[in-house]
């Protein structure tokens, strides 16, 4: 059941006629509580050791085995880390039923049939909303295995036991440009577990790399499961594995696709149609056979976190997957997060990188603005949107004949209006809402509540004038096109993203994640406006930061082929040095340090406790918190709501997600009005 208090499994006597279709798997009809309820078949077994009476089922809904025995364990270790329960999680984990899907594929057999759902008609007892077996540990804890350049150590404990068989033959393509990168591929074609993190250079073929990953594994005769962050990236990493091992080989699992083509490809996956799914963060829980690969691409995109109770990460179930199953496991991104790098430091993944040589004559020149040679030639490049630098940048490459990529933060005309008179940002008179321009002639419209002002007037001086506080990508479109008339110049942003342009002149306006790929790579990379992103109140604006800003960077040509990147910003700021070195590791390393001086996360686990004062406060009251944990707060939240944080040590986390989780059992049960969310690991604090 959904509830926290009703979090475990419960039995049920199966009847006669329905003991065939009574698989572990199957979706079932069950009377809870005077209610018919939809509920999971888990387990069946002959006797149940409940002295009680027990009812009986009422309907099995399918006969389809819909959740693997691997994923109902998965998913009772997620809810066990998030504090949540196994009803929101399995929620996630399988898509809901399509019928007429399932009646389609009804004549076709299954690839195959999963050894513990053979049972007889005698058994009399089945498991229905909860799993029930102890959660088993998680990566926090996880012993360090060998990956990369010590691909060759033996499998994880508990993997079961491989026959002999010669070793395939893989073609390490791409990943010969960094040391690890072949014997890590090496040890996915021999059925072995390594576990890396990969820091991509510049201008790398992510994609194709990770088809070479996969194919690698599918030769050593196992599965993989890849997920990215958005449909840009699924449909690159499509392609990819499309023509390293031909259709039919993968299929694409993402809630985009709706409900019957995304329930056919979960299904086509369970029947072990296809070794391989790749999705977005949907397909983090799909039913792979005989697992030998999980991997995430970018997982630093906020995209990876799902929004739903128990609000996981990909990334997180993934490497609990991979600890459950003994799979190998591939981080990998043009930027490394802090996550990423604790997983380095202490040992549970190794680093395939690329040496500095290699580094170098990939990466384009990079250049920033605010830095003392530049400033001494051009005093207003500290204020100026646009320097000289970074002008006179977009004008050569122009003239060279090569596409130009600008990216701005911010999307839309004028984001943000102030009054040209006294600088007084100019508020909606209703809801004091950021009043924006949507274009040149449009009258002024609040950003929360719609309202247009067309008659504002500033409240501090009466002024009528509005200027520009920020600029967006349209209006930025605007201003470039007029500098440099004659030349084509794309947008690509949230209303319209472009996968690929020309490799001739022009210019490309995008914001951050709708970078499209130009023919060749871009001539020339500006980065606008760095203060909107290094300057929000967040505890991964840096890391954020230079992981947009890598992002557009890798577009760029090598700097033998003439590829610059210009960010506007001072030469001495941490992320700014980490690009111009192009040095991603650094960065994560001297972050992760930083929160662990400060005790922040990943250094240490943290808990958010969200809702009305009053229900914060009982659920608190209500919980046995670990040695040593500290309750900071409260902070305010949305909607009238505060927000306390729990902060533990790594070693505590356990303790701490089972703490709050019974707390919230305890509330439930005595059906207490005010919901409260409990969010383990959030990616915002403030």
């Known amino acids: 059941m959904p509830l926290p208090h009703l979090d475990r499994p419960f ?14 798997g199957v979706r079932v009809k069950v009377r809870f509580a005077g209610q018919l309820v939809d509920g999971w078949l888990l387990e069946r077994a002959d006797d149940s050791g409940h002295t009680g009476r027990l009812a009986y089922l009422e309907k099995v809904v399918s006969p389809e085995p819909v959740l693997a025995p691997e994923i109902a364990r998965l998913a009772r270790a997620v809810a066990d880390r998030y504090a949540g329960s196994l009803a929101d999680v399995l929620r996630l984990a399988v898509p809901p039923r399509h019928a007429r899907v399932e009646k389609d594929l009804c004549a076709e057999p299954a690839a195959d049939t999963p050894a513990d759902t053979a049972t007889t ?4 007892t089945a498991a229905a909303s909860s799993a029930g077996t102890p959660a088993p540990p998680t990566v926090d804890v996880a012993p360090a295995p060998s990956a990369g350049a010590a691909a060759d150590a033996p499998g994880p404990t508990g993997a079961a036991p491989r026959r002999a068989a010669p070793r395939p033959t893989v073609d390490p393509r791409g990943w010969r440009d960094y040391p690890a990168g072949p014997a890590y591929l090496r040890a996915l074609a021999d059925g072995r577990a390594p576990r890396a993190v990969w820091s991509a250079l510049a201008g790398e073929d992510w994609a194709a790399r990770y088809a070479d990953a996969v194919a690698a594994t599918v030769a050593g005769g196992r599965g993989a499961v890849i997920v990215v962050a958005d449909a840009g990236d699924l449909d690159r990493l499509d392609a990819a594995l499309t023509d390293t091992m031909g259709p039919g080989r993968h299929v694409c699992l ?35 056979d005989r697992l030998g690969l999980v991997a995430v691409w970018d997982d630093g995109d906020d995209l990876h976190a799902e929004p739903r109770a128990p609000y996981p990460h990909a990334r997180d179930v993934l490497l609990t997957r991979a600890q459950l199953a003994g799979a190998a496991a591939l981080v990998g991104g043009y ?13 549970w993944a190794r680093e ?11 990466t384009p020149a990079i250049a920033p603005t605010g830095d003392d040679p530049q400033l001494a030639r051009d005093p207003g490049a500290a204020t100026a949107r646009l320097p000289s630098l970074a002008w006179t940048t977009a004008r050569d490459t122009l003239r060279a004949d090569a596409p130009v990529l600008v990216q701005v933060p911010r999307r839309g005309y004028l984001p943000s209006i102030s009054c040209a008179d006294c600088r007084t940002p100019a508020r909606c008179p209703h809801c004091a809402g950021p009043l924006a321009l949507p274009s040149a002639d449009g009258a002024p419209a609040c950003r929360w509540c719609g309202r247009v002002a067309a008659a504002y007037a500033c409240p501090e001086c009466g002024g009528r004038r509005l200027r520009a506080a920020v600029t967006g990508a349209r209006r930025t479109a605007e201003e470039l096109g007029r500098a440099f008339p004659g030349v084509p110049v794309r947008t690509s942003g949230r209303e319209d993203v472009l996968t690929i342009v020309p490799g001739g002149a022009g210019l490309v306006i995008a914001t951050p994640g709708a970078e499209p790929v130009a023919e060749g790579g871009y001539g020339a990379v500006l980065l606008l406006d760095s203060w909107a992103l290094l300057t929000r109140a967040d505890l991964r604006a840096g890391e954020e930061t230079l992981r947009r800003w890598l992002t557009a960077a890798a577009l760029a040509r090598p700097a033998s082929a003439g590829g610059r990147v210009v960010v506007v910003a001072d030469g001495a ?4 040095q980490a690009l111009l070195r192009w040095d991603p590791a650094w960065f994560a390393a001297r972050e992760l340090a930083e929160r662990r001086e400060l005790g922040f996360p990943p250094a240490m686990k943290m808990a958010s406790v969200t809702g009305p004062a009053a229900a914060v406060a009982d659920l608190l009251a209500e919980a046995r918190l670990p040695d040593g944990a500290e309750v900071l707060g409260p902070v305010p939240a949305d909607d009238e709501r505060e927000r306390m944080l729990v902060r533990v040590p790594r070693a505590r986390a356990v303790a701490l997600a089972e703490a709050l989780h019974t707390a919230a059992g305890v509330r439930s049960a005595r059906k207490a009005a005010d919901p409260v969310r409990l969010q383990v690991d959030p990616l915002s604090l403030f």
């Open 573 to 576: 700021l941490a992320p700014v």
């Open 121 to 124: 008609p005698d058994a009399v």
């Open 11 to 24: 039995d049920y006597l199966v009847p006669a006629e329905l003991a065939a279709d009574a698989v572990p």
């Open 335 to 347: 930027t490394r997060t802090a996550e990423a790098q604790l997983l380095v430091e202490t040992g």
């Open 254 to 288: 993402s809630a985009a696709l709706g409900p019957a083509r995304r329930y056919r490809a979960f299904l086509t996956a369970r029947r072990g149609g296809a070794p391989v799914v790749i999705g977005t963060r949907a397909a983090m829980f799909a039913p792979v």
């Open 352 to 362: 395939v990188v690329a040496d500095r040589v290699t580094l170098r004559a990939r």
